[in-house]
Structures are given as C-alpha cells and as structure tokens.
C-alpha cells in the first residue's frame, strides 16, 4: 500500500490555457509529479529495508532522496491548488493586509516574488510562506525542492520555476511563463493556506 499519491487536478489539463499549454500540464502532473511520488514511496520502502537489516550504508542518500521527493510532491500538490482559471487580479482582505503589512503593498510583494522566481539558479521554486516564529509572509527563494528554506515556513504560493513547467510553451523566456502565472494565481487558495498555517 503507497504511503503517497498523486492528487487529481482540480480542472482538466487545459483549463488554464493561455497561460500554460495543456500538453505542459498533462506532462508536469503526470509524469514529473508523479515520479516524486513514486520517489517517495520507493524510499520509505529503502528505508525500511535498511532498518530490518541494521545496515546504514547508504543513509546519507537515502535521506536526501527522501527530502527531495517528499518535498517535490508537497510543492506541486500545492502548485496545482494555487492555480485557477478563474484566477489572477490580486488579494483582498487579511491576505492582502498582511502583504501590505510585510511587503509595502501589492505591487512590491509581486516584484520581489517574480525577480526571486526568475534568478532561481538551476532548478527551484519562488514562494510566498508563513513564517510561524515571527508571524510574517516572507519570500522564499527555494533550491531544488527542498533546499534554501526554513523549518519555521509554510508555503502559501509557490510558482515552479523548473524548466518543465514552461519550456515547452516559453522556451528560454521564463520571465513571460512567470508573467502569466501572476494572470491564474487563486487568491482564494492562498488566502486559505494563510487562515490555516496561523491556526497551526
Ligand atoms: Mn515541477
């Protein structure tokens, strides 16, 4: 029995046309999502294995293949929610608040969380998070899927930034695949991300 499993999507793999092609979507959710799921449950199985045998030879690779595929299918379960095609404009209420609060307005919040998602080196992530030790938004600049972010944030929004999200449709201009991603944000997914990581 899989620990984990992909999520279905929440619309069709067209839906959110323009802005992402549906063959980039069909792709992204099942075949590179779905190998971090795979991912993950092979591993725990590895570890298991390593446990019955007392032998803890490959442990190091072990617990960073877990991380990585454990916090691949963490990230993209999110992505998917985050996205609508009835989304984009931007938040109101205790979200937009609090981004006010934090970031100096709207328009300064989406700058920096676009330049920190187009200067990813490699492969990453930009995302909006829930510092829980200060109980602030912060913007998060995450390497691979797991590296380059704090135990003490809950991501909020994240826009994938890996070259399988966009290449297909973008080629090499990520700034445009990240310019349409502002235009199928659902505000009302994050707003919900935000009630819940301050309830703990
Ligand atoms: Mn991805």
Redesign the pocket.
């Known amino acids: 029995m899989a620990v984990y499993t992909l999520p279905d999507l929440p619309y069709d793999y067209s839906a959110l046309e323009p802005a992402i092609s549906g063959s980039i979507i069909e792709l992204?959710h099942g075949k590179?999502h779905n190998a971090y799921v795979t991912g993950a449950n092979t591993v725990l199985e590895q570890l298991a294995e390593a446990r019955e045998a007392g032998s803890y030879g490959s442990i190091v690779g072990l617990e960073k293949t877990l991380a990585f595929h454990l916090a691949g299918h963490t990230l993209?379960s999110i992505y998917w929610t985050n996205l609508s095609p009835d989304g984009g404009d931007r938040p109101e209420g205790a979200l937009g608040e609090a981004i006010d609060r934090d970031f100096g307005g709207f328009e300064k919040f989406r700058a920096h969380l676009t330049a920190a998602t187009n200067t990813v080196q490699g492969s990453g992530w930009g995302a909006l998070s829930y510092d829980s030790l200060s109980g602030r938004l912060l913007v998060e600049q995450i390497q691979d899927h797991q590296a380059n972010h704090s135990p003490s944030t809950t991501p909020l929004l994240v826009f994938?930034i890996?070259e399988?999200?966009f290449y297909l449709q973008y080629k090499n201009v990520k700034a445009d695949y990240v310019e349409a991603l502002w235009t199928i944000v659902d505000w009302g997914n994050v707003a919900a991300r935000l009630a819940a990581a301050r309830r703990g």
Do not use: L, T
């Open positions: 992204h590179h993209h994938d890996w399988h999200a």
